[in-house]
């Protein structure tokens, strides 16, 4: 039993350092890259109210809740259910997080590499001279010749290995707190940019004027995967750095910030992006690489666009980064705390064999087509398989446990620092994590694969 690895933990510095790691796993590629080009593929305007109201309703609560599992516990998430509820399955919710982990950085790592080529490219000033339809065939070129991709993508994983290895408070929390507020402030002057371009209104009115006749039930479990995905929530990195957190620190207003901070990273993405689209006449539903050939348009509008796009992808890679590592925590610290493994060697085994398992991802997107399923490819299976049914089952499992597993008494004290903390709206967070969350999203599960509606 006494495993030494269980009593020296590490944990986060100071509130601000929370936030800013919390924030730092939630805003990353979900919010630049996913955010416009699912808003883009599933009509804009209505797709974006449906995902805000998911992470009103569902989100907040549900991230609230992980960080209340793990700080309960003081464990990974696979040993927080077991430490809670000990001879009981739950403890599978877990492990199903660490199996997402996999999922996901499999194919975050062969996007964070295309980040990466684009950092190079910005270098290189690669962007120069290109029209429209010249920039969106340089990136399929790139993809095509996908040797380039798994280069990037293994040099990608490497560094997050190597932040992971340095540990919670020197590694994860130190490159979160300074570089996040950086990339804000880039975005908030990409938007300037591209809502002065000419024919930005067309692009806003995409954004913001709901069509509801695009919604069907494929819409919204892709806005609920969304808010999943983007959040962090439904595998367990906020369960693992929940139990990171000091018990003096105040969970509700963490979840709170957070959300908010990420939602509105994503919704400025957006801002920057679809003005653009539609001045330089991209289709909107052009899909992954959406970001990737509209951004370089935007610098090349742009006075100083040739530093400025260095400096926007060299943040975009970090905020994947700061995103990747938190992911690869969940299995690093089920490892550690579960099979007694040195933090390094876990670290070691857990990103060469998330990488290897990436490389075919990368691959499947050009050299080697034969890697997909029934038309869609290993990489489109992950982004698929994550989003929309592991990281919701997740949620779902995380919200039944919460609300009807954990004792309200324990739930409460967590969050109130016992009792030190007033709890106006204790009642509502049990109503939506006992009815409203579980409801909804098994709602979203019935009428999207066409069993009601
Ligand atoms: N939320 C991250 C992003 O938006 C991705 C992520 C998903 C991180 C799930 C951890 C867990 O980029």
């Known amino acids: 039993m006494a ?82 509820a000990p001879g009981t399955p739950w403890y599978l919710v877990g492990f199903m997080g660490v199996v997402a982990a996999f999922v996901i950085l499999s194919f975050y790592s062969t996007v964070a590499g295309w980040t990466m080529e684009y950092v190079y490219q910005s270098f290189a000033n690669g962007f120069a001279g290109k029209s429209p339809d010249g920039l969106k065939f340089m990136f399929e070129e790139f993809m095509g010749d996908s040797w380039r991709a798994v280069i990037w993508q293994v040099v990608f994983m490497i560094l997050t290995a190597g932040i992971v290895l340095a540990g919670v408070k020197k590694g994860i929390e130190k490159y979160a707190k300074l570089l996040m507020p950086i990339l804000l402030v880039l975005i908030l002057i990409l938007c300037i940019r591209a809502i002065t371009l000419p024919g930005a209104v067309d692009g806003l009115e995409f954004l913001f004027k709901p069509d509801f006749s695009k919604v069907n039930g494929r819409v919204i479990l892709e806005a609920l995967g969304q808010a999943f995905f983007s959040l962090s929530i439904g595998m367990g990195a906020l369960i693992t750095y929940g139990s990171y957190i000091s018990k003096k620190d105040n969970l509700t207003s963490s979840a709170v910030i957070v959300s908010f901070a990420d939602t509105l990273i994503a919704i400025l993405a957006g801002v920057a992006i679809f003005p653009a689209v539609f001045a330089f006449g991209i289709n909107p539903a052009e899909g992954p690489e959406l970001v990737f050939i509209t951004l370089p348009n935007i610098f090349l509008q742009m006075p100083g666009g040739y530093y400025f796009s260095i400096f926007f992808f060299v943040l975009l890679a970090v905020a994947a980064l700061t995103s990747s590592i938190s992911v690869l925590e969940v299995v690093v610290a089920y490892f550690v705390e579960e099979t007694g493994l040195s933090r390094k060697n876990a670290t070691w085994i857990a990103a060469v064999s998330i990488t290897a398992i990436g490389v075919l991802c990368t691959l499947s997107q050009g050299l080697v087509p034969w890697l997909n399923i029934g038309g869609m490819n290993l990489f489109d299976i992950m982004d698929f398989s994550s989003a929309k049914i592991l990281l919701p089952f997740g949620g779902f499992l995380i919200v039944l446990f919460i609300g009807w597993v954990m004792k309200p008494a324990d739930v409460r004290a967590e969050i109130s620092n016992d009792g030190k903390l007033k709890l106006p709206l204790f009642k509502v967070y049990l109503i939506i994590v006992r009815f409203v969350a579980p409801v909804a999203i098994a709602l979203v599960f019935l009428y999207s694969i066409g069993v009601i509606g």
């Open 3 to 84: 495993n030494p690895n269980l009593s020296d933990r590490g944990g986060f510095g100071s509130k601000f350092g929370i936030i800013a790691a919390a924030a730092g796993s939630a805003i990353g590629l979900g919010n630049i890259w996913r955010f416009p080009y699912v808003a883009g593929q599933n009509g804009g305007g209505a797709f974006l109210l449906i995902n805000l109201a998911c992470i009103v309703l569902i989100g907040i609560s549900l991230m609230l809740s992980e960080f209340v599992i793990g700080r309960r516990a003081q464990r990974n998430a696979y040993g927080s259910f077991k430490k809670i």
